[in-house]
């Protein structure tokens, strides 16, 4: 018998506290803090600091905050964390395309050092030297991995990155007086949906190309989509799918010929650190998510930081300033002569960045490449196991082993049975096991996608498989219990709907409270 | 507390479904039914229904199922273990589409929540005849032939769904196409599907193909989109032939022009030029002028000739021309074909074959994809 077989799911039972929403806890006149009046000897020499603020700029009401005390705070938010199934809780192997992976704690007790916590962005050069450095040794660090010439970080995520390589793209066709003509940017549809939300915003055409039967980009359909009005590509490599797409080259080949850009997306990159680098794929631009592949938190788990690196040719469009050394002292670089300008305030995510810095330290050369090897390896295990359960699929590139993750489907499951990907998302939540539900683009059936990462164990695989196998043959056996799952979550069942209903949303306490009660405040 | 029973209509089209393991294609018509009869057909009708209506069992006592005698209903439906309400009378053995038809139009008249139908293609095009967009309705599959939109992808699933409607878990609707095929034609092995109308269903993320990437709200905003990128580059000396279907409905409807579903409008200059055009009328509008033809995939199968369309005759499209052919389609409806290419069968070897390669749809504002076309 397998050791996977021996492997049983958690007894797993989410705690339920029926928590209402902060603003619908506390008293009135009831304080978190209490501020200490103000000492008549300080008064008198820097006044009462409110009076200095000019009238039109006092508010007339007081903001309406919750008015609660800090034990009550804690104890809130602390009930909210037990209703979640957080990354540092569950075994999150189940939320594929994100690189859930271990963020060493000791990276946190970094960033949230004083020495961190108390710079301010508007402080001499003389004084954040040491920050300087670690934003510039990043980038050394990230040009070694990707082959590029010079990174900036300053964009707060991996879309942002998106939209500062369609910015530069713009700014190259301008410089060579091409960008009325050049207004069409190509990406595949298989790419992370910003490839093509993000230059959709600057105004461009986009262009997407479907996969083939082996589930690659198709080259003659790309061949029939470039012309004089390509301006760029931005594509994913490998897709979602796990696939890398041998034909890279040819495909930034194809673009170069035409005159366009190549930017690449490599948000999956955690399968290819220290094996295939952008530079060699023929890419002009790539950018890395620090929050993703290097170890910082990401999403709600923590800031983003989308590094972009460019090849020489293209340092004259980065955003200001650049992070430079100049043998002695680190400063930063206005001088840049095509800049796009800032793509946000000040110089980038600080608490990302140390964290990223930390973890490549903590690894060096061979440990990236080992993350890499561990990755895909736990990635092609999972993959065998998985298609062991009984209504499983993995489309596409049959017998070929993947990257970092796979897009699988419970078609079949689903045929036989009634019971879909959703249910099974809602089941394995009895279990203790998250499941993401996003699948963009949804050309594959009942669609579920896992990337185990390095930080996975062997044990913690197999336990995944075994709830995995245990909910599929529930559903050939006892599909009631999966179709009415969860039954052991802090919800029954999510009614869902509305998500797509901007007239059903409510994103803030006013505006439910404006929307659905009637209340104005 | 006072319980709101929900009704619940049922219809089975008993003979549904004989055809196919005897090896007919369909049992439209009384002499194939006979035929079928005598090859030894057994109704498949009345066990897939049960499949179906045994899903509605946890809420037996919420809901009232009203129903037609004996096997248009009555029989699976004691068999399951509902006490059906029974209206109508049939000639047992002997029921014809004429019996569908009444029994929609009495439940139509009963103003029920929900009409559960169970047949093929034939049956849902009969249950249209009468309901139009008056009811939420839901094909089970039972029959040889299903290409409309409205059946559940099998019983099971359309029990699921049904239930989920009536527990208002979902509580969307949208409009799915009925298609139906020239019977006479398929048994000789010729495909021609037409396009019947639109009935409303009942949507569920869960149980569409593309869950969650789509819903009649995105595909609404997808629509708007694609109609004010068409709008915004309509060059003014062309003539625009706008195809059926719901997608290019939208492009009319904000040039709020009148326009036919299912038929062929012609526009020129923003302006309706004429509406539902067969071959003959239109090649006379456009003889000797420059046009351009708009048209979406119909039914689920992926062809953009030849289903649903067949006004578009290959003369028509000889001189419209290929590159004058704007092929448009929400991005849910081509991830709907699973990576399966469009298809074209307009009739002529030659035309199927100008059109084949590689042809770019658009998608929404400003986005196309590129997508391969075979025969």
């Known amino acids: 018998m397998s050791p996977v077989k021996n492997m049983k799911v958690r007894n797993f039972h989410q705690a339920k506290w029926d928590e209402p929403i902060i603003f619908e806890l506390g008293n009135k006149g009831e304080r978190g803090i209490l501020l200490p009046e103000i000492e008549k000897e300080i008064e008198a020499v820097v006044g009462d600091g409110v009076s200095k603020i000019p009238k039109h700029m006092n508010r007339e009401q007081a903001p309406f905050l919750p008015e609660i005390s800090q034990m009550q705070v804690l104890k809130h938010y602390l009930r909210l964390s037990q209703e979640t199934l957080g990354a540092d809780l569950n075994v999150d192997i189940g939320q594929g395309t994100c690189t859930m992976k271990y963020s060493p704690k000791i990276n946190e007790i970094f960033a949230t050092s004083p020495k961190i916590t108390e710079l301010h962005p508007s402080q001499p050069i003389s004084t954040v030297q040491g920050i300087l450095e670690i934003f510039y040794k990043t980038d050394l660090f990230l040009r070694e991995i990707s082959g590029l010439d010079q ?13 500062t390589m369609s910015s530069i793209i713009k700014a190259f066709h301008d410089y060579n007086g091409e960008n009325t003509q050049r207004d069409e940017i190509i990406t595949t549809i298989f790419s992370h949906p910003s490839d093509a939300a993000a230059p959709a915003v600057q105004g461009y055409k986009i262009i997407d190309i479907y996969p083939n039967q082996e589930g690659l980009p198709d080259i003659e359909a790309l061949k029939e989509a470039i012309s004089d009005r390509t301006a760029g590509l931005l594509i994913t490599n490998p897709e979602d799918t796990g696939i890398y797409n041998p034909h890279i080259k040819e495909f930034t080949d194809m673009i170069h010929e035409v005159g366009g850009l190549c930017g690449y997306d490599q948000a999956n990159a955690n399968g290819i650190l220290g094996i295939a680098r952008a530079k060699e794929a023929g890419f002009d631009m790539c950018f890395f998510n620090l929050h993703k592949t290097f170890s910082s938190p990401h999403g709600c788990g923590g800031p983003s930081a989308g590094a972009l690196g460019v090849k020489k040719e293209l340092i004259k469009f980065l955003p200001v300033p650049l992070v430079c050394y100049n043998g002695s002292e680190y400063y930063f670089d206005y001088k840049v002569s095509h800049t796009i300008g800032k793509v946000r305030s000040y ?16 690894l060096g050369k061979e440990g990236l490449e080992e993350v890499s090897r561990i990755a895909v390896l736990n990635n092609n295990y999972l993959l065998k196991k998985v298609l062991e359960i009984k209504g499983t699929s993995a489309p596409y590139a049959k017998g070929h082993h993947r990257i970092e993750q796979v897009r699988y489907s419970w078609n079949k499951l689903t045929e036989e049975t009634g019971i879909t990907t959703e249910d099974i998302t809602n089941r394995m939540v009895d279990f203790g096991f998250h499941m993401w539900s ?8 009942q669609p579920f996608t896992l990337e185990p990462t390095e930080s996975y164990s062997k044990a913690e695989i197999d336990e995944y498989i075994a709830g995995l196998t245990k ?24 009614i869902t709907d509305s998500l797509d209903d901007p007239d059903k949303w409510a994103i803030t306490w006013r505006s439910y409270l404006k929307k659905w009660k009637n209340d104005r405040i | 507390m006072i319980i709101i029973m929900k009704k619940v209509g049922l219809i089975i089209n008993p003979i549904a479904g004989m055809g196919g393991r005897v090896g007919l294609k369909g049992t439209d018509g009384g002499e194939i039914l006979e035929q079928a009869r005598l090859l030894g057909a057994i109704p498949e009708s009345q066990n897939r229904t049960l499949i179906s209506i045994q899903k509605l069992l946890p809420i037996k006592e919420k809901i009232e199922l009203i129903t037609y005698p ?6 699976i439906a004691k068999k399951c273990g509902f006490q059906p309400t029974i209206i109508g009378s049939i000639s047992k053995g002997k029921t014809t589409r004429k019996d569908t038809q009444k029994a929609a139009k009495d439940l139509l008249d009963l103003k029920i929540d929900l ?16 309901i139009k967009d008056d009811l939420v309705t839901l094909g089970i599959p039972t029959g040889v032939k299903i290409q409309s939109a409205v059946f559940a992808r099998n019983p099971a699933r359309a029990g699921d769904l049904a239930l989920s409607f009536l ?5 969307r609707v949208r409009e799915a196409e009925v298609m139906d095929i020239d019977e006479d034609s398929f048994r000789k092995g010729i495909v021609r599907a037409k396009l019947y109308g639109y009935l409303t269903i009942p949507y569920e993320r869960a149980h569409v193909q593309s869950s969650k990437a789509g819903s009649p709200e995105t595909e609404n905003f997808a629509h708007q989109a694609i109609a ?3 709008i915004e580059n309509m060059e003014t000396n062309y003539f625009y032939i706008v195809g059926p279907g719901t997608t290019t409905r939208a492009i009319m409807d904000k040039l709020q022009l009148a326009n036919t579903l299912l038929g062929i409008d012609l526009i020129y200059d923003k302006k309706l030029i004429a509406n539902d055009l067969n071959e003959s009328k239109l090649t006379h509008y456009i003889q000797g002028k420059k046009a351009k033809l708009i048209i979406t995939p119909i039914g689920g199968q992926g062809y953009i000739l030849g289903r649903g369309n067949q006004q578009l005759s290959p003369d028509i499209i000889k001189k419209i021309g290929k590159d004058n052919i704007i092929v448009i389609a929400t991005r849910n409806k081509i991830n709907s074909l699973n990576g399966q290419p469009l298809l074209v069968d307009s009739g002529d070897r030659e035309v199927d074959e100008l059109l084949c390669g590689y042809i770019g749809i658009i998608t929404g504002y400003r986005e196309k994809s590129i997508y391969k076309v075979t025969l």
Do not use: C
């Open chain 1, 347 to 362: 110089y980038g995510v600080v608490p990302a960045v140390i964290k990223a810095y930390s973890w490549i330290m903590s």
């Open chain 1, 471 to 494: 909910v599929a043959e529930e559903a050939y056996s006892n599909p009631e219990i999966v179709k009415n799952a969860p039954h052991r979550s802090v919800v029954h069942k999510l």
């Open chain 2, 228 to 230: 004010e990128e068409i």
């Open chain 1, 438 to 445: 996003s699948h963009h683009p949804f050309i594959v059936p």
């Open chain 2, 70 to 75: 004996e096997e248009m209903g009555e029989n």
């Open chain 2, 115 to 130: 009409l559960l139908f169970a047949g093929g293609d034939g049956t849902a095009r009969d249950i249209y005849d009468v």
């Open chain 1, 151 to 163: 990174f900036t970080l300053q964009p707060a995520s991996g879309s942002q990155a998106i939209l």
């Open chain 2, 167 to 171: 527990q208002k878990r979902t509580i």
